[in-house]
């Protein structure tokens, strides 16, 4: 298969899309423009006919690998079925032609989205306050840090309150997201049991401790059994409870998070709520909160006065924007639909389809692999990699390329040695999961066999292993000029 | 059952057996009672799918704003959309995946990419690009942030014609960062005017055209600034005729690149254009894709230096930045390619020229006149005697334009403010002046 980019496409004169003419103006127009500023030389770009330019990107939808295409049990990620309505309802007119400077009288539809999807997400999260405007899970940890900081700043302590704890499972956007806020990262291990070691914890509180971020269930795929201890304890301290909400599909709706004694919790609609990932965003990250942040949160807020929506600017203890307009539209329109199709009993069936998913694939593949932690599981689990000699996970993930399957996280969380990550969410079906469990046995006993079958792998894939030190030691970050 | 979630009683029954629990609710076992009996339902009941359709269908239709003509500028445009830029943003292969973690059935993302931070280079005159960010302002977020790790420094010159939402958030984040922002002026032709530079500057901005459309220039900017960041937030149309801000010495360049090929949906999403010096490659944010071989010698791409990571490099990371705009990096991929080099430049100079001669005649009118007479691109305040009156005269007509309170926020009083696009006919020009005079 050709490995080209565009740029190896076209020809001088070529183009994709007609435009209205500017009838032998051009160098009229360019000596209008102040001298210094005017561009000399144009920018190289591709010059291809329509056709081309269709097949290229074709060809390109052909090397990759989606949801559509197949299982994607790719851990902490929730890659769930894409439902083609949304997809619909996110291109009307109504939606997508909408300029967000339009005075609020103009955008009363898009204001009811807003709303309404805001009062269903504080439903589900159990928590009286809430902002759509993060575009993605990091940028919600970092509304919630900022307003950490903020609530600290009003109570006069954020002098002494420094510190974030982190258990060791946590990802790695939680560590980075406290560190742009100027907090102080301070770990917290687990237990053997695979959950928060309380009694650390315990230890570590005082007062310059700010909160605590947790993720629930956990990396690893555990509850934490003991939640309402340790948010007790670091609200005893006088902390603030901030919960990572990549795993909500783990007990979506059965609980909530501001039952468990949650302050901040961000959603991530492109897991939980079947928005699709777009090869790495856009998503979405709404972040709800309990009631003494809710002065803090982002302006503008939506509120219902009659029939009528309005925003709401004044605010005066507002943390400020964190989006220059109302966050990912087109990304809560899908949201919204997802949520009105399923209802409360389809919203349960989510948890309860993938939770039996996921302690299925793990109770089958337990014989075969290494199980560090073997306990019930919510929504995915970490195998390890571990115990095929040569062979590491590495070499298991690129052979499931073979088998037609696309990887599971691999090397994280970091406290399980050569971790596979495995989320196999509600939307496959069982024939779908019994095939990956034969792959995955297979791939076991060539792993004793045939180990450099798997070191070499893939050999199905449209390129070989890529070597990835090369891309840092000799940096090719874009095509050099002809 | 819904159709979305295909397990069967039987298959349920199954899977059970083999996990050894007799029912769905023992898989829930391990959440605190407590927690379970506080949980409340929504209320919501199950619909079926052409009761979603229309539900959300009536919401699109309800907004009263979809059908004006858009002379409404100030960071989000109107311009015209090829249809090839749906149709691949609809390829199931490249929507329903995520982040290219595993390179080898990733590919087609990660060509994308690496032709998109080739097109971004070009437009900007940067060496290096990233994948994207959120949007325009949060780009201009991190590239201060990047110029606090950098130069050092804890002051931010922030120009007072600086989009105003782009700088109520780049407070935000400069606040959390523990920065201070310093307003620079603007002259009375409205373009920039940087009177000195105070100790501890890690970085000024400014915003190409800015956000009264003006043009600014950018000459020797880089020189008085020394080791601090020079930092351009741009329109990447203007760049089909305006200089590329590498030439000016800048150390990054952002943008919204809504402009490239994106409806404006109501603010989002939109994409964050960011590109840098090399020099600066290990300290920029985001995910960027670079060539390399296969095990047989064959070119393919891979993300490269995600050492700057959070996922590796956690608290010490350039950014959080996970999941960012891919998507919309695509559509401006597939627009530039559309278009070429060509087809860009003829959007900027047909917006230009429609600007220009619609600022021509409103000039004309008697009482109305440019609020700022400096070089504009696609858009200008314009001023006159009752500009409130106007902006609802042009609404009854069925046009849109940036009302007096935006322009208020960026300090300029008494104006309001038009953009104008390649997709503004000559006839919405003239019922545009006609509604203006008439209303006299």
């Not at chain 1, 009062?119 to 840090?145: F, V």
């Not at chain 1, 959603?267 to 990932?277: E, I, Q």
């Not at chain 1, 503008?300 to 924007?321: A, N």
């Not at chain 2, 209320?43 to 409404?72: C, Q, T, Y």
Request: with cysteine.
């Amino acid at each position: 298969m050709p490995t080209g980019t565009i740029y190896d496409l076209g020809a001088p004169g070529r183009r994709g899309v007609s435009l209205p003419s500017l009838a032998g103006r051009e160098e009229e127009l360019l000596a209008l423009i102040p001298e210094g500023a005017r561009r000399r030389e144009p920018p190289w770009l591709p010059e291809v006919s329509q056709p081309e330019l269709v097949r290229h990107f074709l060809r390109l939808a052909r090397l990759n690998y989606g949801v559509d295409s197949g299982f994607y049990p790719l851990g902490s990620c929730t890659m769930k079925y894409n439902p083609k309505l949304n997809e619909q309802l996110a291109r009307l007119a109504g939606f997508t032609g909408l300029h967000p400077l339009l005075p609020e009288e103009e955008v009363q539809g898009a204001l009811a989205v807003l709303w309404e999807l805001s009062q269903y997400l504080r439903g589900i999260a159990g928590m009286p306050g809430i902002t759509l405007q993060p575009a993605a899970g990091a940028h919600g940890e970092l509304t919630g840090m900022l307003l950490f900081k903020r609530y600290f700043q009003e109570r006069g302590e954020l002098e002494r309150r420094v510190k974030i704890l982190l258990p060791d499972s946590a990802h790695g956007t939680n560590p980075a997201s406290a560190a742009m806020v100027g907090f102080r990262v301070v770990s917290i291990p687990s237990n053997e049991r695979g959950t928060v070691d309380v009694a650390a914890l315990e230890a570590a509180l005082g007062e310059d401790v700010a909160g605590i971020m947790l993720t629930v269930p956990n990396t690893l795929g555990i509850f934490e059994e003991e939640i309402l201890k340790i948010t007790e304890l670091v609200h005893g301290a006088g902390g603030l409870c901030y919960f990572d909400g990549a795993n909500l599909n783990a007990y979506l709706g059965r609980a909530r998070p501001g039952d468990m004694g949650a302050d901040v919790f961000h959603f991530n609609l492109h897991k939980t709520f079947s928005t699709p990932h777009g090869g790495g965003g856009p998503g979405a990250g709404p972040v709800a909160v309990s009631e003494p942040l809710v002065p803090y949160l982002p302006v503008p807020q939506v509120v219902k006065e009659g029939e009528r929506f309005r925003l709401d600017y004044d605010r005066p203890k507002s943390i400020g924007r964190m989006h220059p307009y109302f966050g990912n539209f087109l990304v809560l329109v899908r949201a919204l639909a997802y949520i009105l199709t399923l209802g409360d009993e389809g919203l349960r069936e989510v948890s309860a389809g993938a939770v039996l998913a996921a302690n299925y694939l793990k109770e089958k593949l337990k014989n075969t692999y290494k199980l560090p932690y073997d306990r019930l599981c919510k929504h995915e689990f970490v195998l390890s990699g571990e115990g095929w000699g040569e062979v590491r996970t590495l070499d298991i993930a690129k052979r499931l390329i073979d088998y037609g399957f696309h990887p599971p996280t691999i090397y994280f969380p970091l406290i399980v040695k050569q971790a596979l990550m495995i989320e196999p969410t509600e939307t496959e079906p069982k024939q779908v999961l019994d095939a990956f469990c034969r792959a995955l046995e297979e791939i076991a006993r060539e792993a004793k066999e045939s180990p450099q079958l798997l070191r070499e792998a893939p050999h199905t894939a449209p390129v070989r292993r890529l070597d990835e030190a090369r891309a840092a030691r000799e940096p090719r970050l874009r095509l050099p000029r002809p | 059952m819904k159709e979305y979630i295909p397990h069967t009683p039987e298959d349920i029954r199954a899977m059970l057996a083999e996990v050894g629990l007799q029912d769905v609710e023992a898989l829930f076992s391990d959440i605190p009672r407590e927690v379970r009996g506080r949980f409340r339902p929504l209320g919501l009941p199950p619909r079926d799918e052409d009761w979603v359709r229309r539900h959300l269908s009536g919401l699109a239709v309800a907004s009263s704003g979809k059908g004006l003509i858009p002379f409404l500028g100030g960071g989000i445009y109107d311009h015209f959309i090829p249809a090839v830029v749906e149709y691949v943003l609809s390829l199931p292969e490249l929507y329903t995946a995520y982040t290219p973690y595993q390179a080898e059935v990733s590919q087609g993302t990660l060509t994308w990419m690496f032709e998109y931070q080739t097109m971004v280079c070009e437009l900007t005159g940067m060496e290096v690009a990233n994948a994207s960010m959120y949007d325009g302002a949060t780009a201009l977020a991190e590239a201060v942030l990047m110029a606090h790790r950098t130069p050092g420094g804890r002051r931010v010159l922030v120009p007072r014609s600086l989009n105003p939402r782009h700088r109520e958030v780049l407070a935000t984040y400069a606040w959390g960062a523990g920065l201070e922002l310093v307003e620079v002026p603007y002259g009375e032709d409205g373009r920039l005017r940087l009177s000195q530079v105070p100790e501890g500057v890690c970085a000024l901005v400014v915003q190409q055209p800015n956000f009264f459309g003006m043009i600014e220039d950018l000459s020797g900017l880089k020189d008085r600034l020394g080791e601090a960041f020079l930092i351009v937030s741009v329109n990447p149309i203007s760049l089909g005729v305006l200089e590329p801000p590498g030439s000016f010495g800048a150390d990054v360049v952002v943008g919204e690149g809504q402009v490239l090929g994106l409806p404006p949906s109501f603010g989002g999403p939109l994409l964050g254009i960011f590109a840098t010096r090399e020099e600066h490659l290990r300290r920029m944010p985001g995910r960027i894709s670079g060539q390399t071989v296969d095990a047989e010698g064959k070119v393919g791409y891979v993300m490269a230096f995600q050492t700057r990571e959070q996922h590796i490099r956690r608290e010490r990371a350039t950014s959080n930045i996970c999941t960012n705009s891919a998507l919309c990096a695509l559509a401006a991929t597939v627009y530039l390619s559309a278009l070429g080099p060509e087809g860009l430049r003829r959007v900027a100079l047909l917006s230009f020229e429609r600007a220009h001669r619609l600022a021509e005649e409103l000039s004309a009118l008697p009482g109305f006149e440019p609020a700022l007479p400096g070089p504009f691109f696609n858009e200008f305040p314009i001023r006159c005697p009752d500009p409130e009156g106007a902006v609802s005269r042009l609404r009854e007509a069925g046009i849109a334009v940036l009302p007096p309170e935006e322009l208020e926020k960026a300090g300029l009083t008494g104006a309001f403010q038009v953009a104008v696009t390649e997709r503004r006919t000559p006839e919405e020009l003239s019922l545009f002046v006609s509604v203006l005079r008439e209303g006299r």
